[in-house]
């Protein structure tokens, strides 16, 4: 996607967070312990300052942040943080969470996210500061590319290409913050006889058995407890106190597949009034499972017409300064007066 938006004339930086050039082999990771969600959002403010710095005569007009799955929940924070600087400490110009989600208006998934929120923190409290989720990933990706058919060693029964496929396509437990019980990573092809899945509809399965191979980093707990701890509602945290004040104008870009239409709530909790919401929704309701997956977003060729390009448009058409809206403008007043 990055490539995509860059031959269209936009220009495009990227943010990796420390965690996740952190090699999935490593013992140690005591200095892992305090990497919440307060140390991701600094990063990403040294990484903006990085980048408008590098721009010259534009770095006063801002930058849009693009915040992916977990990044999405990070990005939030950010803006939620940037709402209460005066206009010209803000960098941000435009917020696109893409296929991600903060809050819940179920009551039911903001009762598992506690669950999830107090599992999280039963680790921490034993001792383990990194989710181990991506180290599994990345050794299902190796055996599927370079022993496909033989036998999985994690799955009796299954060849390791078979495993890798449902891994992949097959409908897998849901982040925080997202009701949707077909959420999956990639869009599958299923047997009919055994409802599992043989392929992947959109990538080829070589690429996908890649992407799980190159999983990076495994993520900080205390950053996912955080997380979680913010859609439970539990307990007082900084990250989403603000969300009403931030009036950036807000592109919001969802699979029916992923997060999709689950990820639309978090936005209404923002202070914006210009938002605008592009799903890709390719399958009936009935057939969700089916549909465009969380990954299929950002990696499938298909995404070029069905997603990026509304990225690209959006962009091109919100080049304003930051804080050059009526929104931005009349906050900034009512903060000048005290209100």
């Not at 893409?98 to 009551?107: I, L, M």
């Not at 599927?144 to 999985?152: E, K, L, M, V, Y």
């Not at 392929?199 to 997380?227: C, I, K, N, Y």
């Not at 690209?312 to 300064?321: L, Q, Y």
Request: with cysteine; net charge negative.
């Amino acid at each position: 996607m990055a490539v995509f938006l860059a031959e269209r004339g936009i220009d495009v930086w990227g943010i990796d967070l420390a965690w996740s050039l952190v090699p999935l082999d490593e013992q140690n990771l005591a200095f892992m312990g305090e990497w919440g969600l307060q140390r991701q959002v600094d990063e990403v403010s040294i990484a903006l300052d990085l980048a408008l710095s590098k721009r010259g005569k534009h770095k006063n007009r801002g930058i849009h942040l693009l915040g992916y799955s977990l990044g999405g929940v990070i990005g939030y924070a950010f803006v939620n943080g940037e709402a209460s600087l005066p206009c010209g400490r803000r960098r941000v110009k435009g917020w696109i969470p893409f296929d991600t989600s903060v809050k819940a208006d179920d009551p039911a998934v903001t009762a598992r996210a506690c669950e999830m929120a107090r599992a999280t923190d039963a680790m921490l409290a034993g001792g383990i500061l990194r989710d181990a989720t991506n180290a599994l990933a990345a050794q299902v990706g190796f055996l599927a590319r370079t022993d496909p058919d033989g036998a999985s060693p994690i799955f009796p029964g299954f060849t390791n290409r078979q495993v890798a496929i449902v891994v992949l396509a097959l409908p897998s437990p849901e982040p925080p913050g997202v009701d949707n019980p077909a959420y999956h990573l990639f869009a599958g092809i299923f047997d009919a006889t055994t409802s599992l899945p043989v392929d992947l509809a959109h990538v080829t399965p070589s690429f996908a058995f890649e992407w799980l191979e190159r999983f990076g980093g495994g993520a900080p707990l205390q950053l996912l407890s955080d997380a979680t701890h913010v859609v439970c509602g539990d307990i007082e945290l900084p990250f989403d106190d603000s969300l009403s004040s931030v009036t950036t104008p807000v592109l919001y870009v969802g699979a029916d597949g992923g997060v999709g239409a689950s990820g639309v709530f978090s936005t209404t909790l923002l202070g914006s009034s210009d938002v605008t919401v592009t799903l890709v929704d390719l399958e009936p309701p009935t057939s969700d499972f089916l549909d465009f997956g969380h990954i299929d977003l950002a990696t499938a060729s298909s995404a070029g017409f069905l997603a990026w390009d509304h990225v690209a448009d959006w962009i091109r058409s919100h080049d304003d300064p930051v804080c050059s809206t009526g929104d931005e403008k009349g906050a900034a007043r009512r903060r000048r007066r005290g209100r």
